[in-house]
Protein backbone atom coordinates (compact mmCIF):
# COMPACT_ATOMS: atom_id res chain seq x y z
CA UNK A 1 0.00 0.00 0.00
CA UNK A 2 1.21 3.48 -1.11
CA UNK A 3 1.73 5.61 2.25
CA UNK A 4 2.91 9.23 1.61
CA UNK A 5 3.97 11.79 4.58
CA UNK A 6 3.52 15.25 4.59
CA UNK A 7 6.29 17.29 6.65
CA UNK A 8 7.30 20.87 7.43
CA UNK A 9 10.49 21.86 5.33
CA UNK A 10 12.82 24.15 5.53
CA UNK A 11 14.93 26.04 2.68
CA UNK A 12 16.79 23.21 2.61
CA UNK A 13 13.45 20.51 1.56
CA UNK A 14 15.66 17.48 3.54
CA UNK A 15 15.23 19.85 6.67
CA UNK A 16 12.29 18.88 8.45
CA UNK A 17 11.53 20.57 11.73
CA UNK A 18 7.64 19.87 12.57
CA UNK A 19 7.53 19.04 16.31
CA UNK A 20 4.31 17.17 15.15
CA UNK A 21 5.54 15.65 11.79
CA UNK A 22 8.37 14.27 13.92
CA UNK A 23 6.44 12.55 16.24
CA UNK A 24 4.82 10.59 13.55
CA UNK A 25 8.04 10.22 11.60
CA UNK A 26 9.32 7.95 14.66
CA UNK A 27 5.65 6.27 14.99
CA UNK A 28 5.72 5.46 11.61
CA UNK A 29 9.24 3.70 12.32
CA UNK A 30 8.32 2.09 15.25
CA UNK A 31 5.31 0.43 13.52
CA UNK A 32 7.94 -0.62 10.76
CA UNK A 33 5.80 1.53 8.14
CA UNK A 34 7.40 2.60 4.97
CA UNK A 35 6.31 6.11 3.71
CA UNK A 36 7.22 8.41 1.20
CA UNK A 37 8.10 12.21 2.79
CA UNK A 38 7.21 15.51 0.99
CA UNK A 39 8.09 18.76 1.76
CA UNK A 40 5.46 21.37 2.60
CA UNK A 41 6.17 25.22 3.30
CA UNK A 42 4.64 27.71 5.35
CA UNK A 43 3.04 29.14 2.11
CA UNK A 44 2.04 26.15 0.29
CA UNK A 45 -1.54 25.55 2.20
CA UNK A 46 -2.82 24.63 -1.51
CA UNK A 47 -0.81 21.60 -1.52
CA UNK A 48 -2.80 19.93 1.62
CA UNK A 49 -5.82 21.71 0.84
CA UNK A 50 -7.12 18.00 -0.33
CA UNK A 51 -6.94 17.56 3.60
CA UNK A 52 -9.94 19.20 4.46
CA UNK A 53 -7.36 21.85 6.71
CA UNK A 54 -4.11 23.82 6.10
CA UNK A 55 -1.36 22.29 8.56
CA UNK A 56 0.91 19.18 8.57
CA UNK A 57 1.64 15.98 9.18
CA UNK A 58 -0.77 14.80 6.72
CA UNK A 59 -1.07 11.44 5.87
CA UNK A 60 -1.92 9.36 2.75
CA UNK A 61 -2.41 5.47 3.04
CA UNK A 62 -3.85 4.48 0.08
CA UNK A 63 -7.55 5.96 0.04
CA UNK A 64 -7.64 7.31 4.15
CA UNK A 65 -6.56 10.54 4.59
CA UNK A 66 -5.43 11.69 8.03
CA UNK A 67 -4.26 14.81 10.01
CA UNK A 68 -3.36 16.21 13.18
CA UNK A 69 -0.55 14.10 14.81
CA UNK A 70 -2.32 12.14 17.53
CA UNK A 71 -4.94 11.81 15.23
CA UNK A 72 -2.43 9.63 12.82
CA UNK A 73 -1.03 7.93 15.70
CA UNK A 74 -4.20 6.33 16.93
CA UNK A 75 -5.21 5.77 13.31
CA UNK A 76 -1.86 4.05 12.68
CA UNK A 77 -2.26 1.87 16.10
CA UNK A 78 -6.06 0.93 15.22
CA UNK A 79 -5.31 0.09 11.45
CA UNK A 80 -1.90 -1.53 12.37
CA UNK A 81 -2.51 -3.67 15.49
CA UNK A 82 -0.34 -6.47 14.56
CA UNK A 83 2.79 -4.31 14.47
CA UNK A 84 4.22 -3.04 17.62
CA UNK A 85 2.03 -1.05 19.49
CA UNK A 86 2.28 2.64 19.80
CA UNK A 87 0.31 2.70 23.36
CA UNK A 88 1.90 -0.60 24.76
CA UNK A 89 -0.88 -0.45 28.03
CA UNK A 90 -3.61 -0.57 25.43
CA UNK A 91 -4.84 2.68 26.31
CA UNK A 92 -3.71 6.42 24.99
CA UNK A 93 -4.75 7.85 28.21
CA UNK A 94 -1.02 8.70 29.36
CA UNK A 95 -0.12 9.44 26.31
CA UNK A 96 -2.86 12.38 26.03
CA UNK A 97 -1.59 13.69 28.84
CA UNK A 98 1.80 13.85 27.66
CA UNK A 99 0.30 15.57 24.41
CA UNK A 100 -1.34 17.97 26.64
CA UNK A 101 1.62 18.80 28.87
CA UNK A 102 4.44 18.74 26.03
CA UNK A 103 2.46 21.25 24.30
CA UNK A 104 0.94 23.27 26.73
CA UNK A 105 4.32 23.55 29.09
CA UNK A 106 7.17 22.62 26.86
CA UNK A 107 6.62 24.23 23.80
CA UNK A 108 5.80 27.61 25.19
CA UNK A 109 9.82 27.32 26.49
CA UNK A 110 11.08 25.91 23.22
CA UNK A 111 9.29 28.77 21.23
CA UNK A 112 10.85 31.00 23.47
CA UNK A 113 14.54 29.58 22.85
CA UNK A 114 14.53 29.01 19.03
CA UNK A 115 11.57 30.77 17.42
CA UNK A 116 14.09 33.34 15.71
CA UNK A 117 16.62 30.89 14.80
CA UNK A 118 13.34 29.19 12.82
CA UNK A 119 13.15 32.40 10.12
CA UNK A 120 16.99 31.82 9.25
CA UNK A 121 16.41 28.11 8.06
CA UNK A 122 12.85 29.14 5.81
CA UNK A 123 12.39 29.58 1.98
CA UNK A 124 12.33 33.64 1.20
CA UNK A 125 8.70 33.02 0.41
CA UNK A 126 8.33 31.85 3.68
CA UNK A 127 9.99 34.15 5.83
CA UNK A 128 7.74 37.29 5.77
CA UNK A 129 4.76 35.13 6.76
CA UNK A 130 6.65 33.20 9.40
CA UNK A 131 7.57 36.50 10.98
CA UNK A 132 4.47 38.58 10.12
CA UNK A 133 1.96 35.24 11.94
CA UNK A 134 4.45 34.87 14.88
CA UNK A 135 5.17 38.30 15.78
CA UNK A 136 1.33 39.03 15.99
CA UNK A 137 1.19 35.77 18.17
CA UNK A 138 3.73 36.83 20.69
CA UNK A 139 3.20 40.74 20.42
CA UNK A 140 7.26 41.59 19.74
CA UNK A 141 10.03 41.05 17.27
CA UNK A 142 11.52 37.44 17.27
CA UNK A 143 14.79 38.36 18.06
CA UNK A 144 12.98 40.03 21.17
CA UNK A 145 11.29 36.60 22.11
CA UNK A 146 14.82 34.94 22.66
CA UNK A 147 16.41 38.02 23.91
CA UNK A 148 16.88 36.09 27.44
CA UNK A 149 16.78 33.05 26.30
CA UNK A 150 19.95 32.15 28.43
CA UNK A 151 17.39 32.25 31.43
CA UNK A 152 14.27 30.64 30.16
CA UNK A 153 16.55 27.54 29.22
CA UNK A 154 17.07 27.17 32.96
CA UNK A 155 13.20 27.17 33.38
CA UNK A 156 12.74 24.55 30.79
CA UNK A 157 15.24 22.62 32.32
CA UNK A 158 13.60 23.03 35.99
CA UNK A 159 10.14 22.08 33.73
CA UNK A 160 11.39 18.26 33.04
CA UNK A 161 11.84 17.64 36.08
CA UNK A 162 8.72 15.22 36.04
CA UNK A 163 10.98 13.39 33.22
CA UNK A 164 14.03 12.96 35.27
CA UNK A 165 11.80 11.11 38.09
CA UNK A 166 10.22 8.80 35.16
CA UNK A 167 13.25 7.99 33.33
CA UNK A 168 15.42 7.12 36.75
CA UNK A 169 12.84 4.50 37.21
CA UNK A 170 12.33 3.18 33.86
CA UNK A 171 14.63 3.20 30.42
CA UNK A 172 11.76 5.15 28.48
CA UNK A 173 8.43 7.21 28.93
CA UNK A 174 6.73 4.24 27.78
CA UNK A 175 8.44 1.89 30.24
CA UNK A 176 10.95 -1.06 29.27
CA UNK A 177 10.66 -0.28 25.60
CA UNK A 178 9.77 3.35 23.64
CA UNK A 179 6.23 4.29 22.86
CA UNK A 180 4.08 7.09 21.23
CA UNK A 181 4.93 9.10 24.87
CA UNK A 182 8.31 9.30 23.96
CA UNK A 183 8.03 10.05 20.75
CA UNK A 184 5.95 13.24 21.57
CA UNK A 185 8.08 14.77 23.61
CA UNK A 186 11.05 13.58 21.64
CA UNK A 187 9.48 15.53 18.20
CA UNK A 188 9.10 18.81 20.36
CA UNK A 189 13.00 18.01 21.09
CA UNK A 190 13.84 17.18 17.40
CA UNK A 191 11.90 20.30 16.27
CA UNK A 192 14.53 22.57 18.49
CA UNK A 193 17.73 20.42 17.56
CA UNK A 194 16.90 20.98 13.88
CA UNK A 195 16.57 24.73 13.63
CA UNK A 196 18.83 25.41 16.34
CA UNK A 197 22.18 25.39 17.58
CA UNK A 198 21.54 26.57 20.87
CA UNK A 199 22.11 23.95 23.36
CA UNK A 200 18.69 22.96 25.44
CA UNK A 201 19.98 20.32 27.83
CA UNK A 202 23.24 19.36 29.62
CA UNK A 203 25.04 16.49 28.04
CA UNK A 204 24.74 15.00 32.07
CA UNK A 205 20.60 15.49 31.87
CA UNK A 206 19.38 12.10 32.18
CA UNK A 207 16.94 13.53 29.89
CA UNK A 208 19.89 14.59 27.26
CA UNK A 209 20.91 10.55 27.73
CA UNK A 210 17.14 9.57 26.92
CA UNK A 211 16.96 12.00 24.18
CA UNK A 212 20.41 10.85 22.40
CA UNK A 213 19.28 7.26 22.86
CA UNK A 214 15.97 8.33 20.90
CA UNK A 215 17.70 10.27 18.06
CA UNK A 216 19.72 6.74 17.68
CA UNK A 217 16.58 4.36 17.19
CA UNK A 218 15.63 3.09 13.51
CA UNK A 219 19.45 3.63 12.10
CA UNK A 220 20.07 6.59 13.74
CA UNK A 221 17.01 8.42 12.37
CA UNK A 222 16.87 11.71 14.71
CA UNK A 223 20.77 11.78 14.94
CA UNK A 224 21.54 12.16 11.42
CA UNK A 225 18.64 14.34 10.27
CA UNK A 226 19.79 17.83 8.86
CA UNK A 227 19.97 20.43 11.22
CA UNK A 228 20.37 24.40 10.21
Not at 10 to 39: E, M, Q
Not at 178 to 196: E, F, K, Q, T
Request: hydrophobic share 40%.
Amino acid sequence: MARTLYELAGNDPALRFSPYCWRIRFALAHKDLAVDTLPWYFTDKQAIEFSGQGRVPVLIDGERVVHESFEIATYLEEEYSDHPPLFPSGSTAEARFINAWTDSIIHPYLSRMVVSDIIKILRPEDQHYFRQSRETLFGRKLEDVTANRDETVLEFRRALQPVRIVLKAQEWLGGEQPSYADYILGGSLMWARCVSRFEILEDSDIVAVWFAKLRGLYDDMGETAPRA
